[in-house]
């Protein structure tokens, strides 16, 4: 740290280059602020420099997925015992999904908001500023950071909710969201501190070969315990797992659609891929006959799992907003995700691999079942002004090419083939079996308990596709512009598609999660860490 | 071609469902006329892969399957996550290519049948019916798991809309209720269906979800008991709840009533089969120990099923829910023949599956019909029917016989197969293991024959005799319809009492090409040393073998070539064949 904040320091070049698409991400924020001061604040030019931007962002991380692929790389410090960014295969998959969600979401943006809004540069700050949160957040493993990188993503987060500065629910919602959020922040805070107390060290990596050696000698038990509980309460918070789930539905009912749909994605999906980081991280230092001192951890992440989508799944069955309830939905779905993560707190099990590509295959699927959904209620609320399940009427008649896109993101989110919603289900449960005989009755049990919500999440899915489809009260027709419907149907699509060509996704998340970045070695090149440990 | 024939007709009906969705004509009638070509193509194909399965005289004579075609899907050789066996795999055999042709028969009857009574979004209706028939088909040719319960699942949205749609007063409540009971039960057994794979993983290394792989397995006694009564009862809760078996059947009565008249036709003629076929595709090959376990619980909840429907029936008023609550007691048959574990049993239990299909779709065709011109079911509220309609009452009362059982149209075939092998069951005469029914199964089984015959002539005398009774302002001929059948409705029924007859003439065709299925992948063969016992059975009860040959079931296999393949490896090469081929069983 003296190093870092007394010396100059000037990182590599290749480690810029890694670190590209995050100060492409800056170089756009500015540009949002610099250029409406030149040209006029146009929306649609702000619109137009945000989209070139993340198609930038887009393509250096793909440019730096193929240069990592091999290996997992640190950098970004001086110190290169200690770095401070990690860049591997998770990071430049969960970097490749969020470029791509930003896109749709401006897309949501340019079609509903852009005709009206009067704030398009402090919108799209805000909004690149999560985004950049995110990105830093599932590439670390350095606890200043990663306090840095999760407020990073939820302060804007905070005002974004609340954009519509008259609107009086929305000002509720955001305070709400802003005090849930400071008071896990201090937890977490306190966690870390107690860590580095420990420790004396930020990187996680350290901090978890303390904890394994302390776990092997018995010593500080209770503490490492508070500790890290405390730590998990922010990600928890991030992830909305029940129970720090509390401010979702009323953010995301609150919230302009095109931003609940950036949340109910994207910031779930970073939390989870950080939490399962830390997991990774902890289980990999602690080694294979530590599987016992870990297995508070897995029960904990397992119990946590299960309240999160059982509670998630109950509480959205008597939701009359449909924005409402599939925030809830949201969160069920967070929960069948941290099941898989469950599996990662065993060190060295068999199920890991699978495990991490199932994670990654359900985040890909989720992304497009959400959009859908959320899209579908975009257009329908752009029309009608309403986002109520009575909005949705006999929809099947007055938005026929809105009504099928719907009912296909519904039944894949239930997990009904033949849609791909079947298939990530598929594999979450495919690793849960595979956990499950090797290791404890844990496995079993959650793979039970999302078999079974799965029936329960049937009845309030089923409620909006019987208002579609059973119901008419006679509503006018929706108009619907032309680009909105053909993306919905697209996600439709996309969702069978996705189905029958499981096989490319499934390599495509296993491209992603293997050789993940995990407790380094140093070799001689500076910044560059060899990936030593086994790929979970 | 061979390869493809099965594909092209599992998507067919997905293909005109889609030039239905694309092509925005809003005139009704070509939509129907439309629906009603697309389904008849795919009947043709069907026929086409019914005789490109007599052609390949493998599959017709010794029961393996054909038309096979399997391309990867979730294919994995040896990467981060093992190897994985999960493929589109498609084929058929002799079991699956009868219920292939009763959907496919059945299916383009249903659409015609729609015609006059569907007058609200029907293009809609159209789309859904023909999703619907890939759902079915694609379970029937499906010879891999996964794909067996994505096409099983298939089948509950076209379905819940059907009935949510276009159904009677209470169709929201019936097509929830379908819906929920069917989804309950189906994801208990896709958690079994992931266990079975992952077992398989552990044994053989290949997380494999491929039906004949799993049945190796399970034919091998590789799977430890206790863990095929675990799968069993995933299965079974499936399967149970789509037979429907008796304590979970509530769904069905509501969902029959409510459902439009083609809709009821496919519930009734295909979709319960889906339940049946179930358990003789997957739980009595994969998990026969636990079959043997399970049979006389199943077997008990059958025989209830079979008295309790046919009570139930008899007290309707309502004359579709008669025929529903007849389904009930039907069904009970077919599983109480299935769970006989006998050759006679379970061929007769196929048999019903087909026969119950034809007999009691058209008597839900003859209600709709009943219905569209009289706009009620009450029984009370009509009567003399037989003298306005003639037609009506012709067919009402030949499908009647039909259903109850009435010697030389088709029921009666396969409920005497059915009774016989309960009857027969602990034996061993027929090479298979000894299964654990017997009489007591069987009296009250027959018991429920006589009161089915009760409860159904009373319905046709009602309906069909003494004075004229019927509603006022009816008969309503607003659709085009005479007060006897029309055309239409005559072509439509007659086909089908066609089969039901040539069924019950001469069933041996398809009892030919079912048996040798049913002795190579449905049911246990006996142990090498207890083929002296079923030779001293056959000595103790003659009556038995007398039975079993004049029903044909002897003839399990004539031919040369397998006669010569099974001498020179008696044992190795499916020991009835063996039995036979050392004359030590009758041939």
Not at chain 1, 389 to 393: D, E, K, L, P, T
């Given at each position: 740290m003296n190093q870092l904040l007394g010396q100059a320091w000037i990182p590599e070049g290749v480690d810029l280059f890694r670190f590209s698409p995050e100060l492409t991400l800056v170089a756009t924020i500015v540009l949002v602020l610099a250029v409406p001061m030149i040209m006029g604040r146009s929306a649609r030019l702000v619109g137009g420099i945000v989209m070139l931007g993340i198609a930038a962002a887009g393509w250096l991380t793909w440019r730096v997925a193929a240069e990592v692929s091999g290996q997992g790389v640190a950098g970004m410090s001086p110190d290169p015992a200690s770095a401070m960014l990690l860049v591997d295969n998770l990071s430049c998959f969960f970097k490749l999904i969020l470029f791509f969600f930003a896109a749709c979401v401006t897309g949501m943006w340019w079609m509903g908001s852009s005709a009206s809004e009067r704030n398009a540069p402090e919108f799209f700050v805000l909004l690149l500023g999560t985004a950049l949160g995110m990105a830093l957040m599932v590439g670390t493993l350095n606890m200043l950071l990663i306090v840095i990188a999760i407020e990073l993503a939820s302060l804007p987060s905070y005002a974004i909710v609340a954009f519509e500065k008259r609107d009086r629910a929305a000002a509720e919602v955001s305070l709400k969201y802003a005090i849930f959020g400071a008071i896990s922040a201090a937890i977490m805070l306190y966690g870390i501190s107690l860590l580095y107390g420990l420790y004396q060290s930020l990187s996680f990596v350290e901090v978890a070969d303390g904890i394994a050696t302390d776990l092997a000698t018995g010593r500080n038990g209770v503490i490492i315990a508070v500790a890290l509980l405390c730590f998990f309460c922010g990600i928890g918070f991030k992830i909305s797992a029940v129970p720090f789930h509390f401010w979702c539905p009323d953010a995301f009912q609150g919230a302009r659609i095109e931003v609940t749909t950036w949340l109910s994605v994207v910031s779930k999906a970073a939390g989870l891929i950080l939490l399962m980081r830390l997991v990774h991280a902890l289980a990999a230092a602690a080694g294979a006959e530590m599987i016992s001192a870990l297995a508070p951890l897995a029960w904990g992440i397992g119990i946590l799992a299960m309240l999160t989508c059982t509670v998630g799944n109950l509480s959205a069955y008597m939701q009359t907003s449909v924005k409402r309830m599939l925030a809830y939905s949201s969160i069920a779905h967070a929960g069948y995700m941290l099941m898989v993560v469950a599996i990662l707190a065993v060190p060295g099990s068999v199920g890991a691999a699978s495990a991490v590509s199932a994670l990654l295959v359900y985040i890909s699927i989720y992304l497009f079942m959400n959009l859908g959904a959320f899209g579908v209620v975009a257009l329908v609320y752009w029309h009608t002004g309403s986002d109520s399940?009575?909005?949705?009427?006999g929809l099947i008649r007055r938005a026929p090419w809105l009504a099928i896109p719907m009912l296909c993101c519904l039944m894949s989110l239930v997990g009904l083939p033949p849609f791909a919603g079947f298939m990530g289900k598929f594999w979450i449960l495919y690793a849960l079996a595979e956990q499950g005989d090797a290791a404890s009755w844990l496995y079993w049990t959650l793979f039970v308990v999302a078999v079974l919500n799965t029936l329960i999440s049937l009845y309030y899915y089923m409620r909006v596709v019987v208002k579609m489809m059973l119901a008419d009260d006679g509503q006018e027709s929706v108009r619907a512009p032309a680009a909105g419907t053909i993306m919905v149907n697209l996600c439709g699509l996309l969702l069978i598609a996705m189905l029958i060509w499981a096989q490319p996704i499934k390599h495509f998340a296993d491209r992603f999660s293997t050789n993940l970045y995990s407790a380094p070695v140093l070799t001689v090149d500076v910044g560059t860490i060899d990936q030593t440990t086994a790929h979970p | 071609m061979a390869a493809w024939i099965l594909t092209i007709t599992i998507f067919s009906p997905l293909g005109g469902a889609l030039w239905l969705l694309l092509g925005e004509s809003a005139d009704a009638g070509r939509v129907r006329r439309a629906a009603l070509v697309s389904s008849l193509v795919t009947s043709f194909l069907v026929l086409v892969a019914l005789i490109m399965f007599y052609a390949d005289s493998n599959a017709a004579t010794d029961g393996s399957f054909c038309l096979e075609h399997k391309s990867a899907w979730l294919t994995e050789t040896e990467d981060a996550v093992g190897t994985i066996d999960v493929s589109y795999h498609v084929g058929i055999d002799g079991i699956s290519i009868w219920l292939l042709v009763l959907t496919g028969f059945l299916s383009p009857l249903a659409i015609w049948a729609s015609f006059s009574g569907i007058k609200e979004r029907a293009r809609e209706y159209y789309i859904w019916m023909l999703v619907l028939q890939t759902g079915m088909l694609g379970v029937f040719c499906a010879m891999d798991l996964l794909l067996f319960y994505i096409f099983f699942e298939f089948t509950l949205v076209p379905l819940y809309f059907l009935i949510g749609v276009w159904g009677g007063k209470q169709r929201r409540e019936a097509a929830n209720k379908f819906f929920i009971y069917t989804l309950a039960g189906s994801v208990l057994t896709f958690a079994a269906v992931l266990y079975l794979a992952y077992f398989a993983y552990g044994k053989t290394g290949v997380f494999t979800l491929d039906i004949q792989a799993l049945t190796e397995l399970g034919r091998g006694g590789l799977i430890p008991y206790g863990i095929q009564w675990w799968l069993f009862a995933g299965f079974a809760a499936g399967f149970s709840i789509k037979v429907p078996l008796f304590p979970v059947h509530t769904w069905l009565p509501l969902a029959h009533t409510e459902a439009p008249t083609a809709g009821s036709v496919i519930l009734a003629g295909v979709l319960l089969k889906l339940g049946t076929y179930g358990f003789t595709r997957l739980s009595l090959p994969i998990l026969p120990d636990a079959a043997i376990a399970f049979a006389p619980f199943m077997a008990t909840l059958a025989v209830i099923g079979v008295i309790y429907g046919a009570l139930a029936a008899w007290v309707q008023d309502d004359v579709k829910k008669l025929v529903a609550y007849s389904s009930v007691s039907h069904l009970g048959f077919c599983m109480l023949g299935l769970f006989s574990l006998k050759m006679a049993g379970v061929t007769g239990a196929v048999l019903y599956m087909v026969n119950h299909g034809l007999s009691t779709g058209a008597l839900f065709l003859l209600v709709g019909m009943i219905y569209e011109r009289y706009h009620t079911r009450d029984i009370n509220k009509i009567g003399g029917l037989a003298k306005p309609m003639p037609w009506l009452a012709f067919f009402l009362v030949f499908f009647t016989a039909s259903s109850i059982g009435l010697p030389g149209l088709n029921g009666f075939v396969s409920e005497f197969m059915v009774l016989l092998g309960a009857a027969t069951s602990s034996g061993t005469a027929d090479g298979i293991k000894a299964g654990p029914l017997g009489f007591a199964y069987v009296v009250p089984a027959a018991t429920g024959i006589v009161l089915g015959a009760v409860y159904m002539l009373w319905m046709c005398q009602r309906v069909l005799f003494g004075p004229l009774i019927e509603p006022p302002n009816t008969p309503d001929s607003s659709a085009g319809l005479t007060s006897d059948l029309t055309r239409r409705e005559i072509s439509i029924l007659a086909p089908i009492a066609v089969v039901c007859l040539a069924i019950g003439v001469y069933p041996k065709p398809m009892i030919e090409t079912m048996q040798p299925v049913i002795a190579k992948s449905v049911l246990q063969p006996l142990p090498d040393h207890s083929i002296e016992e079923g030779q001293e059975h056959f000595a103790e009860h003659p009556e038995t073998e007398r039975a079993m040959r004049r029903l044909g079931l002897e003839t399990t296999t004539t031919d040369a070539t397998s006669t010569n393949a099974a001498s020179a490896h008696p044992r190795s090469t499916g020991r009835i064949e063996g039995l036979y081929a050392e004359g030590r069983l009758p041939g």
């Open positions: 399940i009575n909005a949705f009427s | -």
